[in-house]
């Protein structure tokens, strides 16, 4: 499971870093959303993929019985989530008024700063 | 117990100051004072929590009682706490200097929200304890940059900022990437934590990979050679009070983590990591300053020479030695100041001269003798101009190189430092001395300038101060560099001496 | 680009968005109150709650929505954050660390036991928040539509 997983991030990794060398600004943006999904899979293989219950302490006990999942690596995940979530929110309405102010969604084109 | 929650009044100042400001939006003159009055009580507080860290050693918070490793710890040591300082110099220069400057229409926008925003993220990002919390921080302060960066929506706003946003977070997905493998090695967030269980592991293979991994993402954040492109694509495009505190702060939190990793986590392989950074620090120190001589946008000039420093800067760290430390920590407090002046000194310029470029400014030596004074005080001192700030900070960082015996090193510092004096010089001769291309009347030259004045003029006072009394000062960048090369002491100052 | 009138109007969304716009509200209530020992909280919950408001823009117009939520999003942002940062001082005046949670609880005659806590607090401010945040961005991009 964790090889077939370690493929499928490389997979996003490698489709991540295709998308964002693309002239088009709206393949960079899904570039950028692969980039973050494939860094927060990673997260989530590498913190050990085992079977275990959700890390729920029931009401009045003080421990989990039992195997449970690791419940640092969700909470880390969660909030890369959000963090990309807000910042590819804010990549999306800036490329939206970009492509309003440059009329154009190539890359190439948006050379006159450099 | 009292004087814990210093550590975290840095952070939770300008929270409270955005927010506040963001609820009363359209109030634009409560915005203002909420800025001015906020920055310099952070001010206060922050030079408050240096000299205790200074007298008590590191302080250590642990938020919300949670015990190290377990919980979030912020830790103030005293590199923390210099930069915490020099963000909040920067933030005030910024604010004051924004009174005047900001147009309602950004004010509108939530400028000052922004403001705020950014320097609890930069503050943040210094007193963190946890890499996740890094991370955190780290974005928090992007959210804030891009949004200020394209505050008034012109071409060459979305322009640069697309390319700001793209390599920005194209080195948080790698930062992120980095975290995460190092979870899946040593299974905390820590960073002491990090530091003492990846010392213990015996393949030390996977270190070194997280450790190149941590090295790219940081690289860019501080616009090291080779992925620096997007800084001068972008700097110079927002207004100059955003301009000046991006230059001051935003690449200097990179190299901090830089600092931070390299020398708490990732000290066991220094001879592949260091040799690394001591190439990039020669070729960012080389290509900045080559950039900046074709330049002849004031801006611009100045956005490429924030790369040739960020070279010095690594090169302290890359060295490794004490004296290198010393002078790199030096070199980022004579830096931020001097760096956030020039910007500041390139938007009077465009006041009362009414261009960026040199070759349409001229004539402001005669006409305003009081500004070319400012300019020449931060200009020379970045060039490294006995006796200002920028002189001592090269000086240790050359005596430590030559100490070190990096000869090449030395000779390409030493070059730069003459290239960014012609940089120099060459505004100084097209903006200052040449006489004014054509009487320029359509710009009518506004007014009321006093308090930019007084704004440029404190923060170039500092930089003198730096260079006449920089004996304290360095003796704070000893005591930064002695904790930095004994990160034992950082250890048990976070875990409590109880290494589990 | 040639900017495109909003027109999603549509009998059967305007209809059911009536119905469904009380219920959404509540349900993120619910969730955000629930999230204090079960799954659920502010973050969720403030999704919920935007997600209401985006449902109002869709099926009537930009216009209804601003009404209908009556203060800037970002303004919401604003007091959230102040509330979520007010959460952390409490605990300095009974001499805890900052952030540590404090617990009060109320009896009330009716109701019985309330309890009252600063990460409640905490996610109210969250609630807000995130309220406010996702507001904000699809604002922005109405607004961009509709001029």
């Not at chain 2, 915490?84 to 309602?104: E, P």
């Not at chain 2, 980022?332 to 006041?351: C, D, E, P, S």
Request: with cysteine; charged share 10%.
């Amino acid at each position: 499971m964790t090889t077939l997983m370690a493929i499928l991030i490389g997979t996003f990794y490698a489709a991540a870093i295709y998308m964002m060398l693309r002239r088009s600004v709206v393949k960079l943006v899904i570039g950028l959303i692969l980039l973050s999904n494939a860094a927060n899979l990673l997260i989530f293989t590498v913190a050990g993929m085992d079977r275990g219950i959700p890390p729920l302490i029931p009401k009045g006990e003080l421990l989990i019985e039992g195997p449970a999942a690791d419940p640092l690596a969700q909470a880390v995940i969660l909030t890369s989530i959000v963090i990309g979530f807000g910042v590819l929110a804010f990549a999306v309405v800036l490329i939206h008024r970009a492509c309003e102010v440059v009329q154009t969604d190539d890359m190439n084109e948006m050379k006159g700063t450099d | 117990m009292d004087l814990e929650v210093l550590v975290a009044l840095p952070i939770i100042i300008p929270l409270l100051l955005g927010a506040l400001s963001l609820t009363v939006l359209s109030n634009h003159s409560a915005q203002r004072w909420l800025g001015a009055i906020g920055t310099a009580l952070l001010l206060i507080c922050s030079v408050w929590l240096l000299l205790h860290t200074r007298e008590v050693g590191i302080q250590v918070l642990e938020v919300g009682s949670w015990p190290a490793p377990f919980g979030i710890v912020l830790v103030s040591d005293m590199l923390g706490a210099i930069m915490v300082v020099l963000a909040s110099i920067t933030g005030f220069a910024t604010a004051l200097y924004s009174l005047k400057t900001v147009r309602k229409r950004f004010e509108r926008f939530g400028y000052y929200p922004l403001l705020h925003l950014l320097l609890a993220g930069v503050n943040g990002a210094f007193l963190t304890g946890d890499i996740f919390n890094l991370y955190v921080w780290f974005e928090v302060l992007l959210v804030a940059s891009f949004a200020l960066l394209i505050l008034g929506g012109e071409r060459a706003q979305m322009e640069g900022a697309i390319k700001y946003v793209t390599l920005n977070l194209l080195s948080s997905a790698l930062f992120l990437t980095a975290i995460g493998l190092t979870y899946g090695l040593v299974g905390t967030l820590n960073m002491a934590d990090i530091a003492v269980k990846m010392a213990s592991l015996e393949d030390q293979k996977m270190v070194t990979v997280i450790a190149s991994l941590f090295l790219i993402a940081f690289a860019i954040k501080a616009a090291a050679f080779p992925l620096f492109f997007w800084l001068p694509a972008s700097y110079h495009t927002p207004q100059v009070a955003v301009s000046a505190i991006f230059a001051g702060l935003l690449t200097k939190v990179g190299v901090y983590a830089l600092y931070r990793v390299f020398t708490l986590i990732f000290t066991a392989d220094t001879g592949f990591t260091h040799e690394i950074l001591l190439w990039i620090a020669i070729f960012t120190m080389l290509t900045g300053v080559l950039g900046a001589a074709a330049q002849f946008e004031v801006r611009r000039i100045l956005s490429f020479h924030i790369i040739s420093q960020i070279g010095y800067m690594i090169l302290g760290l890359a060295l490794f030695t004490p004296l290198a430390l010393i002078g790199g920590v030096f070199y980022i407090m004579h830096h931020i100041i001097v760096k956030a002046n020039l910007f500041l000194v390139a938007g009077l310029m465009y006041r009362l001269g009414g261009s960026f470029e040199l070759k349409k400014l001229g004539g402001l030596y005669r006409n305003h003798p009081g500004l070319a004074v400012l300019f020449l005080i931060p200009a020379l001192s970045l060039a490294g101009v006995p006796p200002l700030s920028g002189f001592f900070a090269k000086f240790i960082l050359i005596k430590a190189g030559v100490e070190a015996g990096a000869w090449w090193a030395v000779g390409i510092a030493l070059l730069v430092g003459l290239l960014t004096l012609f940089s120099m010089i060459k505004i100084w001769n097209e903006a200052f001395w040449k006489a004014s291309p054509e009487p320029n009347p359509a710009v009518p030259a506004p007014t009321r300038n006093a308090l930019l004045y007084w704004t440029i003029g404190l923060l170039a006072a500092m930089t003198v101060c730096i260079g006449l009394f920089a004996q304290p000062i360095y003796q704070m960048a000893e005591m930064a560099a002695a904790q930095l090369l004994n990160p034992a002491g950082y250890i048990e100052a976070v875990l409590g001496g109880t290494t589990p | 680009m040639k900017p495109r009138r909003f027109n999603m109007r549509s009998l059967i969304l305007n209809t059911g968005s009536s119905l469904l716009l009380p219920l959404l509200v509540l349900f993120s209530l619910f969730l955000l109150l629930r999230g204090h020992d079960e799954p659920g909280g502010g973050f969720i919950g403030g999704l919920v709650a935007a997600a209401a408001v985006a449902l109002k823009l869709f099926a009537e117009d930009y216009k209804a929505a601003r009404d209908m939520l009556r203060v800037h999003p970002l303004q919401l942002v604003g007091i959230g954050l102040v509330l979520a940062a007010v959460a952390s001082l409490p605990p300095l005046f009974v001499g805890e660390s900052f952030f540590t949670a404090q617990w009060w609880s109320l009896d009330l005659p009716i109701f019985g036991e309330l309890k009252l806590s600063t990460p409640l607090l905490f996610d109210i401010g969250v609630f807000l928040g995130v309220i406010g945040t996702v507001l904000t961005v699809v604002f922005t991009l109405a607004e961009a539509e509709h001029s």
